[in-house]
């Protein structure tokens, strides 16, 4: 019996067969048990994927909801405070612009008129005046901030008073001058000036297509004495470097204790006059007829100096100075020297650079038996000098493009006594002159040297 249930429970395949049976119906399939408890799989895999893509996209639009909500604010809440950081850079200060402008004292609005068109088009000028005291140590005018324009104007005060006025115009339409902000300045104690500036994120938007021009007058009073004797001011400071400077005719109503410019555009003077004048340029030419008495510098980056100017003896501690700087540009200059002590061995120096330009340098003027030192650096120059008839003293040439020329022009004696020049020179080697020149047996050449040095290209010194 054993065996017949044995039979009756594992029938032989082939019989199975002949029956039209599946041996394998038996057995259980692992898939058909997952799809059993999947509906999804049963019915295919569309019905699982449109499931899964819907539960994805509902993730991502959560997802792209919450960074379209916040992200956009912050990023928002930081460009709005883009325009005081760059103004705490650009000022050197903290704070925001409309309160912090530095060493502001009073913040005063424009006065506005029209001047032209009519509707969209129509032009505005503002205008403001200041009058600064004369007994300040330093009075100054500041310019600063991009979209700008326009010229300063230095003029001799028709009025009596002792102040110094400044007036100040500006030219655009109003929105764009009442985002310009014009101030009293004074951030130290007896310095006092007048400051006008436009935000520092016009730089790089915000601000109207067309610069604004600006018209400043600076009135200079009159001195009560000879100008020789009296300054008006200490110190009388420009910096305004995206404005041209001009100065009229001051030299014999105006005298300056000192001035100083900075621009990046054209500086030109009819006359001017001062203790200690330094004016510097970038990428801008100088222009004009300066006077010093202790210390004259004219400097131009990117441009050129052309110039004539007058430095005065007056028997200070140190002789007096000048300094012609061209970098990238030449030097056409003529320096009067002139005693005004009767000292009997006036002394005055100098030094001159110049660079990828050529240099004519001349003295008009020299005085009886003073002393003139000074030094030439050039740098693919050529260089011309002409000294006036009473140097007395030595030279050394240098270049490396040829040989220096020394030339006699055979001048008259300069005294009227009718002594005899001696001129001296001798060649080191090729690209080298030195040598000294002096009238009759006086010999007076210590305290005198020209020193000349530059590179391929020639020198001469006409004597």
């Not at 048990?33 to 994927?49: H, L």
């Not at 009229?248 to 900075?262: A, Q, R, T």
Request: with cysteine; hydrophobic share 35%.
């Amino acid at each position: 019996m054993d065996t017949d249930d044995n039979m009756d429970h594992s029938q032989d395949p082939l019989e199975a067969i002949e029956r039209g049976a599946n041996p394998k119906d038996d057995q259980v399939d692992p898939q058909a048990e997952r799809s059993s408890r999947c509906p999804c799989r049963r019915k295919g895999t569309s019905a699982c994927q449109k499931r899964r893509r819907f539960v994805v996209f509902t993730f991502l639009s959560l997802l792209a909801i919450i960074c379209f909500t916040h992200l956009p604010s912050r990023i928002i809440s930081k460009l709005s405070r883009l325009p005081d950081k760059l103004n705490r850079l650009y000022l050197g200060i903290g704070g925001d612009w409309e309160e912090s402008t530095p060493g502001c004292v009073t913040s005063d609005p424009w006065s506005f008129n029209v001047t032209q068109g009519s509707g969209a088009s129509t032009s505005w000028f503002g205008s403001a005046t200041y009058d600064l005291p004369s007994s300040a140590d330093n009075l100054f005018v500041l310019a600063r901030g991009p979209k700008m324009s326009g010229n300063v104007d230095i003029v001799t005060s028709e009025s009596d008073s002792d102040d110094f006025r400044v007036e100040v115009r500006a030219l655009h339409d109003r929105q764009a001058l009442t985002n310009v902000k014009i101030c009293t300045l004074e951030p130290y104690e007896s310095r006092i000036g007048v400051g006008i500036f436009t935000p520092p994120h016009w730089r790089f938007w915000g601000g109207p297509r067309n610069p604004l021009r600006f018209e400043i007058t600076v009135h200079i009073p009159r001195v009560k004495s000879p100008p020789r004797l009296q300054a008006t001011c200490k110190h009388l400071s420009l910096y305004s470097r995206m404005l041209s400077h001009t100065f009229g005719d001051l030299s014999e109503s105006v005298k300056l204790g000192g001035i100083y410019v900075i621009s990046n555009q054209a500086i030109s003077a009819v006359s001017l006059f001062a203790r200690t004048l330094s004016v510097v340029t970038f990428k801008a030419p100088i222009e004009g007829y300066y006077q010093a008495e202790q210390y004259l510098n004219l400097q131009a980056h990117e441009s050129n100096v052309k110039a004539s100017a007058t430095l005065y003896n007056v028997g200070g501690m140190r002789p007096p100075f000048f300094s012609l700087k061209a970098r990238n540009g030449g030097i056409d200059a003529n320096v009067s020297l002139i005693d005004m002590v009767s000292s009997p061995t006036p002394s005055f120096s100098g030094v001159v650079e110049v660079s990828n330009g050529p240099l004519n340098l001349a003295f008009p003027n020299q005085p009886l038996n003073s002393e003139l030192s000074f030094r030439v650096d050039g740098m693919h120059a050529p260089v011309n000098i002409t000294l006036h008839p009473a140097y007395q003293g030595k030279f050394n040439l240098a270049t490396s493009h040829a040989q220096p020329q020394v030339e006699d022009r055979g001048v008259q004696d300069p005294a009227g006594k009718g002594r005899y020049r001696s001129i001296l020179q001798d060649s080191d080697g090729v690209g080298r002159v030195t040598g000294l020149v002096y009238w009759d047996a006086e010999r007076n050449v210590d305290g005198s040297v020209v020193e000349v040095k530059t590179c391929h290209a020639p020198v001469r010194l006409s004597l």
